[in-house]
Structure formats: C-alpha cells, structure tokens
C-alpha cells in the first residue's frame, strides 16, 4: 500500500512537469529533424509543423495547469503585502473560486467542440488523424485546471480554519 501511495504523491507531484517535458522533448525533436530535413535534405514536410504546432498546444494548456498548482501564473501582489493573513487567504480563495467558475465554463465550451469534431469526424491537414486528438488539448488542460484550484482551494481553506499564513506560491522575482 505504501508503494502505491507514494507512486500517486509522486505523480500528484509531477505529473504536468513530466507531460511538459515529454511535449517540450517533442517539439525540439520535430524542429531539429525538420530543419535537418530542410537544409540538408532540401525537403520539408507539412506533418513536422503540425506535430510541434499540437505539442505546442498541449505545452501551453498543461503548463497552465501547472502555474496554478503553483501559484505561479501572473498576478500583480502589490495590495497584498498590505493585508492580513487571513486578508490574504480570503483574496486568494476569491480568485481561485472566479478562475474555478471560468474553467468549468471553458471546459463545458471545449467539449462541446471536441463533441462536434468527433461527430464530424474533422482531420488535420498534413497528418490526416482526427482532429479531436488535438483539440483534446483544451479539455485536458482545463480538468487539470479544475483539479488543481480544488486542491488550491482545500489547501487555502484549511490554511484559513488553523489560522496558518496562505501559501503565496513561487515568485519570479524577489
């Protein structure tokens, strides 16, 4: 049981930062081989562009999810270093539960537009697959959105009932 317990810590821990370097080792790898292709070869093919431009997708919608498990989307925290603890933690659970609100709203929107393509049975230009393979990327990114500000909201209710101070989360300058 505890092995299974620290696999799930561990995925719960690092599941977007593997996904994001699966899809940043992706993009990389596709661009090199295209311009090898490009330069050397004198060919150039259209499925290259397509697969970096979708793992591009995929990057920026889990590294969505990723910021906010963090805290590290961009906020502007002037107003904040002015208030009380709990000051802070009622600011940040309004946010959180606003950007909960949104999330939910985009996700119903997104599957929607992956339902019609299924129905449809749209495909990519060069790659020739279904559409709905990429289009996943939104829905994806905004169930993991919506899974982290739960925990964002647990943490940050539990942190208000025990009187600690909010976790404020990574900062990019100091």
């Known amino acids: ?69 963090d805290r590290a989307h961009i906020r502007i925290d002037v107003l904040l270093h002015y208030l009380s603890a709990r000051g802070k933690a009622i600011v940040y659970l309004f946010g959180d539960l606003c950007m909960l609100a949104l999330a939910l709203l985009a996700l119903y929107t997104a599957i929607e537009s992956l339902e019609i393509s299924l129905k449809f049975g749209s495909v990519t230009h060069g790659l020739r697959i279904s559409l709905a393979w990429f289009l996943a990327a939104v829905p994806l990114g905004f169930s993991l959105m919506t899974y982290r500000l739960g925990q964002s909201i647990w943490r940050d209710v539990g942190d208000l009932r025990r009187g600690r101070p909010v976790y404020e989360g990574a900062r990019m300058f100091d």
Request: proline letters at 0%; charged letters at 20%.
């Open 1 to 69: 049981m505890n092995g299974s317990k620290s696999f799930w810590k561990r995925l719960d821990d690092n599941a977007e930062r593997w996904l994001l370097l699966g899809f940043y080792a992706m993009i990389v790898a596709t661009i090199v081989v295209e311009v090898v292709r490009r330069f050397v070869l004198s060919y150039s093919s259209i499925w290259g562009e397509e697969i970096a431009r979708y793992a591009f997708i995929y990057l920026a919608w889990v590294g969505a999810s990723a910021a906010v498990k």
